[in-house]
């Protein structure tokens, strides 16, 4: 069980860095990193991204299997925007972001995975 840290905002200032909290799992080097996966795992406040690299090379074989995700989430770069009047300290989510996101050159597995 993987329990990434809780985020905690200050609605003062600059608040909180969003770099404190909206964990996740990455490979390091997307280009090359195949036969590799997250198997059985429970996550609590964080997702799992394999991505891809420069010219969208990346490796094969990659697999997300039997997980359990819960409070996924991944903060917007966007926020804040002074430009429309947003204080320094908003933080809000990516809308469009998924809790799982595989990419590979070949053969992709994602299953038995639950989002309660």
Known sequence: RFEFPKYVPTFEGDGTPIDTAFKGIY???PETTGNCGVVNIA???GHIDF????DHKCGRNRLVYGCVLRNAAVAD????DKKTGQHAWQRFTQRHHAAIAVRAAENILIA???LP
């Open 43 to 45: 996550i609590n406040r």
């Open 51 to 54: 991505l891809e690299g420069i």
């Open 112 to 114: 038995n995975n639950r």
């Open 27 to 29: 490979v390091r080097n």
């Open 77 to 80: 770069n966007r926020i804040p």
